[in-house]
Nanobody, 125 residues
Framework: QVQLVESGGGLVQAGGSLRLSCAAS????????MGWFRQAPGKEREFVAA????????TYAESVKGRFTISRNNAKNTVYLQMNSLKPEDTAVYYC??????????????????WGQGTQVTVSS
């Protein structure tokens, strides 16, 4: 059974940093795309960042470019999201997602087959 477990969320002041981790189990995702999405209260889920199987291909939402970095460790079946210069508008539940059909990064949630339970990130002003 596939499981994705996120960790690393929490409360941070504006300008601070957090590093999210998402550990996958149940099968290897080293050949497939992985991504992060987020959902703020009262808003739809939105794309944050994605990374291809080779890690050389990454995609970011315009709102996080230059501040967030996605990376992966295929040996650990884990994807990370380093978030720097956090802003109050980054407050949301962050979800990791993995694909079993797509090699290259995608900003479309329909490209992903498995999702984590989410981790709360709260940025205070």
């Amino acid at each position: 059974q596939v499981q994705l477990v996120e960790s690393g969320g929490g409360l941070v002041q504006a300008g601070g940093s957090l590093r999210l981790s998402c550990a996958a189990s149940g099968r290897s995702f080293s050949s497939y795309a992985m991504g992060w999405f987020r959902q703020a209260p009262g808003k739809e889920r939105e794309f944050v960042a994605a990374i291809a199987w080779s890690a050389g291909d990454t995609t970011y939402a315009e709102s996080v470019k230059g501040r967030f970095t996605i990376s992966r460790n295929n040996a650990k079946n884990t994807v990370y999201l380093q978030m720097n210069s956090l802003k109050p508008e980054d407050t949301a539940v962050y979800y990791c997602a993995v694909s079993v059909s797509r090699f290259y990064s995608s900003d479309e949630s329909a490209s992903y087959d498995y999702w984590g339970q989410g981790t709360q990130v709260t940025v205070s002003s």
